[in-house]
C-alpha cells in the first residue's frame, strides 16, 4: 500500500511539474501618454510566481506602444513582448481590445493571462472571459504554483476565499489586487519584441472624450502616505482648508470616504474602499473617518494606520496603529505646523 502510495503521489507530481511547463503567462500592460501604468509591475510578478515564461503584450495606437515600448522591453523577468497596434485600440476599449487577446491567447499557447484590477482590467477582462468561455478570476491576493488555485477577498476583506479553477478552462483570465504583490523591477530586462496582426472589429462603441481631474499629488493608487478625510469635515471647503496643508506637508495623496464623496466634499476619483481605489501605502492617515467596513476594505492592508477622531468608539481605531482621540479642527492644523517644523 505505501509502494502504491508512493508511485501514485510521484505521477502526481510529475504531472504538477509537467503541466507547470507547459504553462506560459501573459501580462496585459496597461499604460498612458507613453508611460507604463504601475499597476502592471504587480501583475507580473503574480505571472512570474507560476515561475513559468512570463510574455507580456502591448496594444495601442501606434504611437502609444513606440512611446512605451522601450519601457516595458526593460521589465525583469519578461521574455517576450506582443504588441499590437491600431488606432482602435487608442482608448483601450473592451469591444476593440477583448476580440485581439482572444486571438492572441490560443494563437500563442497562453495558459494565463493577468492584469491588474483596475478600471480597465475590470473592464477587458470579462469581455475577454465570455468570448473564451472562460471563468472570471477576479482581484486575487495569491495563487499556487500549480496555476489553478487561487485567493481572494469576499465581503468586504471579511472573508478569503480559496478557489478552484476548473480544466475546462484552458486559459485562466486572471486581475490582480495590486496591494498584495510588490512591483516588478524595470532596467535589467531586454525581452525581445514581436508584432501581432490587429483584428478588424466593428466595435459598438466608440469613443468620445474623458475628463481627467490633474493634481500635482501622487496618484492616490501609488502614493507611499494618504491623508483621507471622512464626512466629519463637514464641507468641501473645510475638507480642503483642513487636509490639503497637511497632505503638502507630508508629500501625500488626497482621499475620501465614500460619505465624504457621496456628500460633494471630495471628488469620486479621491474615494477609498470597497466601490472605490484600494491602497496600501507605507502611512494612512485617517481624519474624521468613522471606519465603516468598505473603507477599511480599500485601506487596512497599509503599513501604518493613524487615525484622527473625536468618537473614542469609532471602528476606525480597531485597525489603527495610532489613535488620537481629538477634534480634527484642531489637531490636524496643529499636526500640519508641527510637521511643517520639523522640516524647517
Known sequence: MLVRAAVRTSRLSSSAI???RLASSLVFLEHKNGKLNDSSLHAVTAAQS????????????????DG???EVK???GITKIYTAAS?????ALAESVAPLLASVLPAKKISHIFAAHTAVGKNVFPRLAGMLDSSMIADIIALESSGDVFTRPI?????ILKIKSSPKDAIKIVTVRTTAFDKAKVGGGSASVEDVEATSTDAPTKYISEELTISSRPDLSSASRVVSGGRALKSQENFNKILDPLADALGAAVGA??????????DNSLQVGQTGKVVAPELYLAAGISGAIQHLAGMKESKMIVAINKDAD???FQVADVGLVADLFEAVPELTKKIEGAKA
Open 314 to 316: 469609532a471602528p476606525i
Open 87 to 91: 488606432d482602435s485600440y487608442a482608448h
Open 18 to 20: 509537467a503541466q507547470r
Open 68 to 70: 512605451v515600448l522601450e
Open 257 to 266: 470616504s465614500r460619505a465624504a464623496v457621496d456628500a460633494g466634499y471630495a
Open 50 to 65: 507560476l515561475g513559468s515564461e512570463t510574455a507580456g503584450i502591448v496594444v495601442g495606437s501606434k504611437s502609444d506602444v
Open 155 to 159: 465581503y468586504a476583506g471579511n472573508a
Open 74 to 76: 526593460k521589465i525583469d
